[in-house]
């Protein structure tokens, strides 16, 4: 166990819907980061947040957002779903310094 | 987003042999950090490098971070069938905005 957990674990949604994923961080870990996977590929960057404020970001869509709250856990929006979106997407916490990410089970995303 | 290069894509071995796996980039890196993932799962850490020239085991598992800073490599030896996955080095950029930057990752067959 990471430490890190993120919910829901399975999505099937809708084309054209929105949805909320969600990242609680180990304990103490200030930096989130979420990746996104689709199938047989690599870990591609969406972004990034160090103690609530965006820190980082990578190739996220304008339909996606994300924030980090007060308590540290972390929430991905994607909105205006398109087939192309189904993918595993995964948060990852580190500590203060940055270094050895921790990554959750990754939630599957399919949308139909 | 920038995107390690890490060779081979995919391999295809004898259960008892010797793995090795590499990751190339143009940037520096200041930590340099390899997982495992299994089918379904978050990527594991497997070890990770702070030091240029750092040489760390884990087991059957050893990693060094290259002299230059851009280059990693993982060793596996005496493979077994759980080793099976798809293994992704991962470097943490120095400059800018920290974050993290994974290889499009290396898929493990061993035949038994």
């Known amino acids: 166990d990471s430490g890190v957990t993120q919910t829901p674990k399975h999505l099937i949604t809708a084309t054209g819907q929105r949805v909320t994923l969600r990242c609680s961080p180990r304990?103490?870990?200030?930096?989130v980061y979420w990746y996104q996977q689709s199938l047989d590929q690599g870990l591609q960057f969406l972004i990034q947040?160090?103690?609530?404020?965006?820190?980082a970001k990578g190739n996220i869509l304008e339909r996606f957002s994300a924030q980090q709250f007060p308590d540290l856990h972390s929430e991905l929006n994607l909105s205006s779903l398109e087939l192309g979106d189904s993918a595993l997407y995964f948060c990852?916490?580190?500590?203060?310094?940055?270094?050895?990410?921790?990554f959750g089970q990754g939630t599957r995303l399919t949308v139909v | 987003g920038q995107q390690l290069n890490q060779s081979p894509q995919s391999m295809f071995i004898q259960e008892g042999e010797d793995v090795s796996m590499n990751c190339t980039s143009s940037?520096?890196?200041?930590?340099w950090l390899w997982y495992k993932q299994e089918p379904g799962e978050g990527p594991v850490l497997l070890i990770a490098?702070?030091?240029?020239?750092e040489l760390t085991s884990n087991g059957r598992l050893t990693a060094q971070f290259g002299i230059t800073r851009k280059d990693s490599f993982l060793n596996i030896s005496a493979s077994i069938p759980s080793d099976v996955g798809i293994y992704f080095c991962?470097?943490?950029?120095?400059?800018?905005?920290?974050?993290?930057?994974f290889g499009q990752g290396t898929r493990l067959t061993i035949n038994p």
């Open positions: 990852a916490s580190t500590g203060t310094g940055d270094t050895e990410a921790f």
């Open positions: 304990s103490g870990d200030l930096s």
């Open positions: 947040y160090y103690n609530g404020e965006e820190r």
């Open positions: 940037s520096i890196f200041n930590t």
């Open positions: 490098l702070y030091k240029a020239g």
């Open positions: 991962a470097g943490l950029e120095i400059q800018g905005a920290q974050k993290l930057v």
